[in-house]
């Protein structure tokens, strides 16, 4: 099923409430980016398969903001946060909030590496609150979400 | 010179990248509230004294952001970022970057806690992305700028 032979690799830190997520893409990392802030080419990749992703706002610029939701046959899960920055090409730094655990808001920072070639590294680091509320999102499943995700995009890169 | 016999509370967490800010108001949690979200009102005690503060924008809704610039005759130092969430008299969720190092960014998280008897606890956290970032900004003198600020809006709120 997937095109992709990359491996996503999850990193928790054992010193900091941090996770970091490095994927490298065959694509250039122009593609990669835009892919990231054109909200038709979001929804096509962005989380697990086998949920549709309905958009409310998605304003991915300096000082933006989004809201999203992802609907299957047990339920809809809305997601929404807002943009701190945005640099073409560069970096992509936001809020993250399940609207579920309004409480809980993550800050999620995403580094566009150029490989050349045509390739691309994707660099993300999120940040909790504690260690406690970093460790209940990756026992979430938030790996699967991850992987499935990016696989779409490979999917959508190469398309 | 100050109006205030409030204390602030500076923690620095050992086992996480954090500050935790904690002062009492003796003003109605509304007007606290009040006072971080209206432009007026927040030029007047935002930041040390002996500074002028310009407002590019301060839009205090979940999903908006700010950018202001504070300005004395040594120089001029430009502040921005975004709104997370906005919940009014209870929450406000920001990021916060100052604009000479724009790669680092902390998530502040402002709780306005309602003491009854018309008065007020205001208890912030700060996240950063690490311990080095943290203890750099308390090296910065954070804590002056914090305490002047704070003693400022007890005289805004006396007024």
Do not use: Y
């Given at each position: 099923m997937s095109t992709t032979t990359r491996e996503t690799t999850i990193t928790a830190d054992p010193a900091a409430p941090t996770v970091r997520i490095t994927r490298e893409f065959d694509a250039p990392v122009a593609n990669v980016f835009r892919a990231h802030v054109e909200p038709d080419l979001v929804k096509r990749w962005?989380?697990?398969?086998?949920l549709t992703m309905e958009i409310d706002?998605?304003?991915?610029?300096?000082g933006g903001s989004y809201r999203y939701t992802h609907r299957d046959d047990d339920g809809a899960y809305t997601f929404y946060g807002s943009f701190h920055e945005v640099r073409t090409d560069e970096r992509i730094v936001q809020t993250f909030t399940f609207e579920g655990f309004p409480d809980s808001v993550t800050l999620e920072t995403m580094t566009f590496v150029?490989?050349?070639?045509g390739r691309t590294r994707l660099e993300g680091l999120s940040l909790f609150e504690s260690t406690d509320a970093r460790d209940a999102m990756i026992a979430s499943g938030m790996e699967i979400g991850v992987n499935e995700g990016y696989e779409k995009l490979d999917e959508l890169l190469a398309g």
């Open positions: 962005l989380g697990p398969r086998g706002r998605f304003d991915v610029v300096t150029d490989l050349g070639d």
